[in-house]
Nanobody, 120 residues
Framework: QVQLVESGGGLVQPGGSLRLSCAAS????????MGWYRQAPGKQRELVAR???????NYADSVKGRFTISRDNAKNTVYLQMNSLKPEDTAVYYC??????????????WGQGTQVTVSS
């Protein structure tokens, strides 16, 4: 059984920073891409950033230059460093991963989400 557990969300003032973490645990043979999505109230879930096992990254235009995604393959963990936060970054942030539990297939998994609120 695979679990993705996020941490690091909270309340921050505009211009502030937060660092999100997401650790994958359970039966894991290999992990391909990992990433972060977000969903604001009344809006669809959208991609924030993704990173491959080789370290290639892609970002939503709205966060380029402010957010940085990274991963520690030894710890099966992905991070999202968020700087210069804006009120429009307020959302529930979800971690995702394309991983193989046993080496025979690749499944897509989601974390439970962590709330990020940017407000003065």
């Amino acid at each position: 059984q695979v679990q993705l557990v996020e941490s690091g969300g909270g309340l921050v003032q505009p211009g502030g920073s937060l660092r999100l973490s997401c650790a994958a645990s359970g039966s894991i043979f290999s992990i391909n891409a990992m990433g972060w999505y977000r969903q604001a109230p009344g809006k669809q879930r959208e991609l924030v950033a993704r990173i491959t096992s080789g370290g290639s990254t892609n970002y939503a235009d709205s966060v380029k230059g402010r957010f940085t995604i990274s991963r520690d393959n030894a710890k099966n963990t992905v991070y999202l460093q968020m700087n210069s936060l804006k009120p429009e970054d307020t959302a529930v942030y979800y971690c995702d991963a394309d991983l193989s539990p046993y080496g025979d297939y690749v499944g897509h998994y989601w974390g439970q989400g962590t709330q990020v609120t940017v407000s003065s």
